[in-house]
T-cell receptor, first 114, second 116 residues
Framework: GENVEQHPSTLSVQEGDSAVIKCTYSDSASNYFPWYKQELGKRPQLIIDIRSNVGEKKDQRIAVTLNKTAKHFSLHITETQPEDSAVYFC?????????????FGSGTRLSIRP | DAGVIQSPRHEVTEMGQEVTLRCKPI?????LFWYRQTMMRGLELLIY????????DSGMPEDRFSAKMPNASFSTLKIQPSEPRDSAVYFCASSLIRQYSNQPQHFGDGTRLSIL
């Protein structure tokens, strides 16, 4: 079955610097890769997603890249701000005829230093 | 759009008691997912339904756990009997699955369960 590995598990960056979180997946049939942000005590919320027919997607300070050959994808946050502090989860999903299952990475705790 | 609604938000009960968690998915969504989140194990998929039918329950820890979806707008996750190691935050999420096209999952606010 699908396995998703996420690195690093914790990340601390200076406010204003960039943060990069990397994930690898095992199932070459995976075709959908969402990223979720979870603030302390709250629910995971989708921040950006990418499909396998696209190599890169950007939304303001957030961008995601996908390398299908290497089976890895990354989240890039530029000009980090204190409100970016949270746990970030990557995920990979394969859509079959009647079923769809998302496998989550183990999460990255991002801390932004003032 | 009210989002995914879970109840209760917090539950504290004694070991051995039956616990029932409830979820109302977003109207029009056809898939529903139950997750458990702990510090040690992260976010684990327990079971998911498509059109009210359980598709994959391989994540359900043991026979003490059961889940039902009697209709498109309601699901329950039941633990009987409960044990201290079941203490966790339980999330419900829903999604609209189109043929051969994944869509994002929307999470509820979760139920924080504590078994004493």
């Amino acid at each position: 079955g699908e396995n998703v590995e996420q690195h690093p598990s914790t990340l601390s960056v200076q406010e204003g610097d960039s943060a990069v979180i990397k994930c690898t997946y095992s199932d070459s049939a995976s075709n959908y890769f969402p990223w979720y942000k979870q603030e302390l005590g709250k629910r995971p919320q989708l921040i950006i997603d990418i499909r396998s027919n696209v190599g890169e997607k950007k939304d303001q300070r957030i961008a995601v890249t996908l390398n299908k050959t290497a089976k890895h994808f990354s989240l890039h946050i530029t000009e980090t701000q204190p409100e970016d502090s949270a746990v970030y989860f990557c995920a990979a999903s394969t859509r079959y005829s009647s079923a769809s299952k998302i496998i989550f990475g183990s999460g990255t705790r991002l801390s932004i230093r003032p | 759009d009210a989002g995914v609604i879970q109840s209760p938000r917090h539950e504290v009960t004694e070991m051995g008691q039956e616990v029932t968690l409830r979820c109302k998915p977003i109207s029009g969504h056809n898939s529903l997912f139950w997750y458990r989140q702990t510090m040690m194990r992260g976010l684990e998929l327990l079971i998911y339904f498509n059109n009210n039918v359980p598709i994959d329950d391989s994540g359900m820890p043991e026979d003490r756990f059961s889940a039902k979806m009697p209709n498109a707008s309601f699901s329950t996750l039941k633990i009987q009997p409960s044990e201290p190691r079941d203490s966790a935050v339980y999330f419900c999420a829903s999604s609209l699955i189109r043929q051969y096209s994944n869509q994002p999952q929307h999470f509820g606010d979760g139920t924080r369960l504590s078994i004493l």
